[in-house]
């Protein structure tokens, strides 16, 4: 697997960003504001607080969002790890379907984003029932003291069910390892890191910016265009190498 076959994915994160403010913003947002900021004993005005406040919430913001990729890993890891099993491995059946699958989701999140269909909505609403259970857990975490509550909180909240990380999963299951499946995730998870990041910093302030219809409609339509492609590389049987950084592409094909 070359850093060109995971640029899809680091893409995908990226753009569906506008979807994960919508979702998890609201937490990263409410985390930020309920962590306490030491004090420090001299007076600040102006930029210098400011730059006091970013200091000061930096770290633990970046912790939790290091957590959250982490969680991620490990589900790949985990979908990998299924996806390698012998039987999956040697029927090419089993990988052209897995692989139609993926694109199909890709699409389904394409059109999400843009919301013109929210069939992936009702895997969210799964979701509630494991953010209920997961609540008396995260609220013990808070307010984060230190890095470390911030890092196993963002860890817990990985593990809150979200349309957009099931689609991503669907190619970490034809990475074809462990391994590789991390890394499928990882650079799903670095893709989403710069706007849930800037959302824990700057709070609501950015969320009415990337809810706009015109964001998420050029989102939508370029995560769409990745499903898309991949739909028909995969109707002329996975040709064109040079697709791989433009499509996801099975390990094995």
């Known amino acids: 697997m070359s850093l060109f076959s995971l640029l899809p994915i680091f893409l995908i994160g990226l753009l569906g960003g506008v979807h994960c403010v919508g979702m998890c913003g609201g937490i990263v947002g409410a985390f930020a504001v309920a962590t306490p900021r030491h004090?420090?004993?001299?007076?600040?005005?102006?930029?210098?607080?400011?730059?006091?406040?970013?200091?000061?919430t930096g770290p633990r913001v970046m912790a939790f969002n290091l957590g959250r990729i982490a969680s991620y890993m490990l589900a790949g890891a985990l979908a990998g790890l299924l996806g390698s099993v012998p039987l999956m491995m040697n029927l090419a059946s089993a990988q052209i379907v897995a692989y139609w699958l993926a694109n199909l989701m890709l699409?389904?999140?394409?059109?999400?984003?843009?919301?013109?269909?929210?069939?992936?909505?009702?895997?969210?609403?799964?979701?509630?029932?494991?953010?209920?259970?997961?609540?008396?857990?995260?609220?013990?975490?808070?307010?984060?003291?230190?890095?470390?509550?911030?890092?196993?909180?963002?860890?817990?909240?990985?593990?809150?069910?979200?349309?957009?990380v099931y689609s991503v999963l669907m190619t970490a299951l034809l990475s074809g390892s462990a391994t590789r499946g991390a890394l499928v995730m990882l650079a799903f998870g670095l893709g989403t890191?710069?706007?849930?990041?800037?959302?824990?910093?700057?709070?609501?302030?950015?969320?009415?910016?990337?809810q706009r219809r015109s964001v998420r409609r050029i989102a939508g339509m370029l995560v769409l265009g990745f499903g898309v492609l991949g739909l028909f590389r995969v109707s002329l049987g996975l040709s064109n190498a040079w697709?791989?950084?433009?499509?996801?592409?099975?390990?094995?094909?």
């Not at 800037?198 to 302030?205: I, P, T, V």
């Open 193 to 210: 890191l710069p706007l849930l990041f800037s959302m824990g910093m700057l709070g609501s302030s950015l969320q009415p910016l990337l």
């Open 107 to 164: 699409v389904a999140l394409g059109l999400m984003l843009m919301n013109l269909w929210e069939g992936l909505s009702r895997v969210e609403a799964v979701g509630q029932i494991v953010w209920r259970r997961l609540q008396p857990l995260m609220r013990r975490l808070l307010p984060v003291q230190h890095s470390g509550q911030a890092f196993a909180l963002g860890g817990l909240w990985g593990w809150v069910p979200c349309g957009m």
């Open 243 to 253: 697709l791989d950084m433009l499509c996801i592409t099975p390990a094995v094909h």
């Open 39 to 56: 004090t420090i004993p001299v007076k600040a005005v102006g930029t210098l607080q400011a730059s006091m406040a970013i200091t000061d």
